[in-house]
């Protein structure tokens, strides 16, 4: 199938010709028709399956048509839940609408300052993009006509709700008029999304489009068991001096974190920055535009801040820390692997959160494989269970992040004692067997092995390309 197939006003068709895009994603294929008929819709998609398109396309194909109503009010409203993801949206929505005239649109997200945002308010702009909070600021002050909005977007509304915007959102809506479309996007349709859901769209068409592990066939995951901090420092030196890696994102637990990371990559060498949702906006977009020239390689980024990134140069997720819900870490891994590359996603994992990793595999119906560094492997056999006993006092897990909580099931599911299953194929005995003499055991059962600093520099490099 092809674009033009697809209904979309001759306008949008000539822009999209510059973008490169040859046929649509299944989610165009299945939501831009349904949209441009007027349904409202509830969307199941992941990021990277070309979301974003699916609900801008039609929403400019409406704006190629003067409006019928009255006003200079926007015609279409996308709400995001970062300020990242909503540049994101802006930028596509420019390359898609350039052919439109005078096509304006507005990003107001929070952590901009207000005045750039009044002078493009000042202007009237067609296409709003915004996030609850900062649009609730502009609301207040009374600047803004929604009385001929037409289309209402609730890009990533799993996050959005996630992120505890539910009453922001419900605050907006009421504003909006009756009369208009909704596009609801969300990587889960279920329990709370599905309240919103049905409270703000009308006779819906619900589309699921394939399985998240449709999405992510093009990218590699891996999973590295670690003992401590140490440890995950080594394995990620290694990971990064790799030939094979042209850009990284590490996602850490906490800002604070990410920042220390970075400070510490770059005292070895490496071009690296932070980016987190304490930076103030004009840092974090020069932050981007640096990974984006190519300028930065290492990216050391929380969740939060790396939402809608979409740089095709990177060719690695690296989860320093482990994401701590299965959603999360969809997104994360969705960073690499853009634009039809091919990706690999490290998970740095303690033997205490594989409960967290039996909750990915299950979200995304996807194995991820255990893996090994050679001369780097964990003291802690993935196959047996961390019971506290079995170590005594030694806990090789007590040096988990601060601010890295585990969701309390997922931390104790597996601490029960029970032997391992061999389900997925994450804790594949081969990957273990020959690894090296480092899996010798100690009277305690323990490996006989130690990280000592100089061992990951004299190391043999891993079987594949990191
Ligand atoms: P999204 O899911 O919206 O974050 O989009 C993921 C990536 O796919 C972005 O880099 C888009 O530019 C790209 N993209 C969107 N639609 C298409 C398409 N039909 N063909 C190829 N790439 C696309």
Redesign the pocket.
């Known amino acids: 199938m092809s674009?033009a197939e697809l209904g979309l006003h001759p306008l949008v068709l000539k822009c999209?010709e510059t973008?490169?895009?040859?046929?649509?994603?299944e989610?165009?294929r299945q939501a831009v028709p349904a949209a441009l008929d007027g349904h409202d819709l509830l969307v199941s998609?992941?990021?990277?399956?070309?979301?974003?398109?699916?609900f801008l396309l039609p929403s400019l194909h409406r704006l190629a048509q003067p409006s019928a109503l009255p006003g200079n009010g926007p015609r279409v409203l996308v709400l995001c839940p970062t300020r990242e993801l909503a540049l994101?949206?802006q930028k596509?929505a420019m390359?898609y609408g350039a052919g439109l005239r005078k096509l304006r649109t507005v990003c107001l997200v929070g952590g901009a300052p207000f005045g750039p945002q009044f002078q493009a308010l000042r202007h009237h702009p067609e296409v709003m993009i915004a996030t609850p909070g900062r649009l609730i600021d502009h609301l207040e002050r009374g600047r803004i006509d929604f009385s001929r909005l037409e289309v209402l977007v609730l890009d990533e509304a799993d996050r959005m709700l996630d992120m505890g915007f539910i009453e922001d959102i419900e605050h907006i809506v009421a504003r909006l008029p009756q009369s208009r479309q909704t596009l609801l996007f969300s990587a889960t349709l279920d329990g709370m999304v599905g309240r919103i859901a049905a409270e703000m769209t009308r006779d819906a068409r619900r589309i699921e489009v394939a399985s998240h592990a449709a999405h992510k066939a093009n990218i590699d995951q891996r999973l590295l068991f670690t003992d401590d901090v140490g440890h995950k420092h080594k394995l990620l030196d290694v990971l990064l001096r790799d030939v094979g890696l042209s850009q990284a994102v590490v996602f850490t637990a906490t800002k604070k974190s990410a920042e220390e990371l970075s400070e510490t990559l770059r005292e070895q060498g490496f071009a690296a920055a932070a980016l987190h949702g304490d930076m103030p906006q004009h840092k974090r977009n020069r932050t981007l535009q640096r990974l984006r020239d190519g300028q930065t390689r290492v990216l050391v980024a929380t969740d939060v801040a790396a939402r809608?990134i979409?740089v095709?140069g990177i060719s690695h997720v690296i989860n320093f820390d482990a994401p701590r819900q299965a959603e999360d870490y969809v997104h994360r891994i969705?960073r690499t692997g853009?634009?039809?590359r091919a990706g690999i996603a490290v998970t740095f994992v303690h033997g205490r959160e594989r409960g967290l990793i039996r909750d990915i595999e299950r979200y995304t119906g996807q194995a991820v494989r255990v893996d090994v560094i050679p001369g780097l492997e964990p003291m802690a056999r993935a196959d047996r269970p961390f019971a506290k006993p079995r170590f005594g006092k030694g806990k090789p897990w007590q040096d988990k992040p601060r601010g890295a909580p585990l969701r309390d099931h997922t931390a104790q599911r597996r601490d029960d004692g029970r032997p391992g299953e061999n389900r997925s194929g994450w804790q594949d005995e081969r990957r273990w067997g020959p690894a090296s003499n480092a899996l010798a055991r100690q009277p305690d059962g323990r490996p006989a092995r130690d990280h000592a600093p100089a061992r990951h520099d004299t190391r043999p490099r891993g079987r594949q390309s990191w």
């Open positions: 674009f999209l973008t490169g895009y040859t046929t649509p994603t989610v165009q998609s992941h990021t990277g399956s070309g979301k974003t398109a699916a994101q949206v596509q390359i809608g979409d095709a969705g853009r634009a039809g």
